[in-house]
Structure formats: structure tokens, C-alpha cells
């Protein structure tokens, strides 16, 4: 357990889907958590697991064309002014994880189908595993943001993401800490 902190619940595992239309423009979806602001609890961030799913598939998709995708959970909605595609990185320090992937769909194959080359691709989650914590939300919510682009315009994908922690109560000190360098990081 961290110093200043007492643990107020077991694991919590909280899942939230997102809808992610063509085009690369980034969806932001904010998830609100039942934290008691009045009893100094935060929300102990363990593991993220974030995946997306695209409904392209190999034989629909037209030769030479790119298809990406990128996700962030952040403790804070994000400047709305990010150019589209931009979901955040993890030198942000609102950012608790970030990945994504891109891919190239090649010439057809011998047999008809366009050859598809992964190109870059992050882990899944940020660690697999729960570990002590890899983020602290003191503030009652915190914001998934994704986008979704492929060349030709027809598809769309989904964001999956999965937030483990627990609740926590802060000593008032720690509280303090926790929420102004949340609410005033840049």
C-alpha cells in the first residue's frame, strides 16, 4: 500500500466501450467513478487493458491503403485542440497509458487477396498484470480518447478498455497533493 493511503474496497474492474468512426478524428468518451470527494477517496489505477477492434477484414480491404488506430486513458479530458489521430502520449502527464497500430495492405496475394503487413503495434494493456499502481485518479472521473482511420473510408473499429484498481482514502495532506497536481498539470 502507498503512504497516506488506506484501502476503502477489493479490485474493481471497470470496462468501457467506445465507438470509433472512420476519418481520424478522435472520440473522447469521460467515465465517471463513485468517488466521495468528501471522504478524500481516489481511485488507485492497478493495470489497463485497452484493445481495438476494426470490422475490416483482409479480402474486403483495397490494395495499397494504410489502416491505424490509437487509444489514451487519461485523468483529464484532453486539449480539445489535439489534431486529429493525436490521442495523446504517455510523456503527458495526465496520460496513464497510450498505444496503438498501424497497418499496410500490400499487393494481392497469389491467391486474390491483399497481403497485409503490420507495420507498428504497442501492448495491449500496460503491464498484463495487476502491480502496486501505475496511476492515481483523485478526481471522479477520468477520459478514454481513440481514433480510427483507414484509407478507403468504409469501416469503423471499437475501443475496449478495461481499468483495475481500487479505491483508496487519502490522508488530507496527500489528497491535496494528488488533486492539485492533477487538476493543474499541463
Known sequence: MLTGLKSASDLLFISQELKLPDGGSAQTLEVNLPLNTLERQIFVVTDIQAYVVDNTTQSAMDTDQDIDASWSVSSQDLDPTLAAGETGNIGNPRVLAAGGYK???????????????????????????????????ATPDYFIRGQFNIANGTGQAFLYVRVVGYMAVANADTYAALVTQEVNSQ
Open 103 to 137: 497497418k499496410s495492405i500490400g499487393a494481392l496475394s497469389t491467391s486474390g487477396i491483399p497481403q497485409m503487413y503490420r507495420e507498428w503495434g504497442t501492448n495491449n494493456a500496460t503491464t498484463g498484470t495487476p502491480s502496486d499502481y501505475i496511476g492515481i485518479i
